[in-house]
């Protein structure tokens, strides 16, 4: 059982970054991604990495980056120019398979590890 463990969050004016970590309690060789669920909405994919290539949604190509230490267990998602849309709780997820469809990857049945959420709020 890995337990993941997300930080980071916090409140930024638009147009302002956050760094936000997920930490696994284990080892976490597949796939790592991070979601986001606003009020009133479905989660929604954010970013993965997996497999060594890195994966974005539209909405934050441009501006997040995804990355790992893996020597540490830990993955991040670095946000830059922060929109008001991007208002959200903040799931970090990771798979102990490194997937081969895309689809699954960008899905949150893809990942069978979830954190607790880290709340990112946006003011405009």
């Known amino acids: 059982q890995v337990q993941l463990v997300e930080s980071g969050g916090g409140l930024v004016q638009a147009g302002g970054s956050l760094r936000l970590s997920c930490a696994a309690s284990?080892?976490?060789?597949?796939?790592m991604g991070w979601f986001r669920q606003a009020p009133g909405k479905e989660r929604e994919f954010v970013s993965a990495?997996?497999?060594?290539?890195?994966y974005y949604a539209d909405s934050v190509k441009g501006r997040f980056t995804i990355s790992r230490d893996n020597a540490k267990n830990t993955a991040y998602l670095q946000m830059n120019s922060l929109k008001p849309e991007d208002t959200a709780v903040y799931y970090c997820?990771?798979?102990?398979?490194?997937?081969?469809?895309?689809?699954?990857?960008?899905?949150?049945?893809?990942?069978?590890?979830w954190g607790q959420g880290t709340q990112v709020t946006v003011s405009s």
């Open positions: 997820a990771a798979d102990p398979v490194t997937h081969t469809l895309v689809a699954v990857i960008r899905s949150p049945t893809g990942y069978r590890y």
């Open positions: 284990g080892r976490t060789s597949g796939a």
């Open positions: 990495i997996n497999g060594g290539y890195t």
